[in-house]
């Protein structure tokens, strides 16, 4: 029979997830910056799917810095560090799936 306890540390979790969050909190820093800085004179944010796109963008942005808090900080209680680690995840994978969805908008709109 496995093991069904939780892991009570999550040192071993930390640098994988913190790695993808950079990547993907880096494209989506530049995706904006570029629509930011485009060469039209006109404001970026003209429609309402211009709209759903930047506050889907800004919540992934702002949970993935949330995230990446959870994951940094070192004061967490040892004998909670499963439950810790698995709202850390379920917020992780929040983020995630909405900037992946702010992308999706952002071709498809």
Known sequence: MADETPHHDIKDFRQPMVTSLGIVLGFLLNFLGQWAIDDQQEHQIQSMADWIIVVT????????????????????????????YHQTFQRYMV??????????????L
């Open 57 to 84: 963008f800004v919540s992934a942005i702002l949970l993935m810095l949330h995230v990446l808090y959870r994951l940094l900080n070192n004061r967490y209680d040892a004998a909670t560090a499963g439950v810790y």
């Open 95 to 108: 983020a995630i799936c909405l900037s992946f969805a702010g992308v999706a908008l952002a071709l498809l």
